[in-house]
């Protein structure tokens, strides 16, 4: 079973700016789909941003124009370059690559990022 390791959260000021990376413990060869999740306290899981295999990008409305995702290889899937922060970005962040072969969906245990006012 593969598994998923993000880093690169941390705290920040409004304004600033964080990347997060994703890896994974095996290669992953098949991915048809990846992205960024994040939960806020208190809030549900939300889909940040997903890119497919082809390249094929998409934003939640709050982060378009701010985020950007992006592919990476077999060990190092899915990036995340987060731009011109706020504090309602603060949430734990979570890389998830589902693959075309069987299917399979992959989650990591979560990145915390603050975002200070």
């Known amino acids: 079973q593969v598994q998923l390791v993000e880093s690169g959260g941390g705290l920040v000021q409004a304004g600033g700016s964080l990347r997060l990376s994703c890896v994974a413990s095996e290669s992953i060869f098949s991915p048809n789909a990846m992205g960024w999740y994040r939960q806020a306290p208190g809030k549900q899981r939300e889909l940040v941003a997903r890119i497919t295999s082809s390249d094929y990008a998409s934003y939640a409305d709050s982060v378009k124009g701010r985020f950007t995702i992006s592919r990476g290889n077999a060990k190092n899937p899915v990036t995340l370059q987060m731009n011109s922060l706020k504090p309602e970005d603060t949430a734990v962040y979570y890389c998830?690559?589902?693959?075309?072969?069987?299917?399979?969906?992959?989650w990591g245990k979560g990145t915390l990022v603050t975002v200070s006012s």
């Open positions: 998830n690559v589902v693959t075309s072969r069987y299917g399979m969906d992959y």
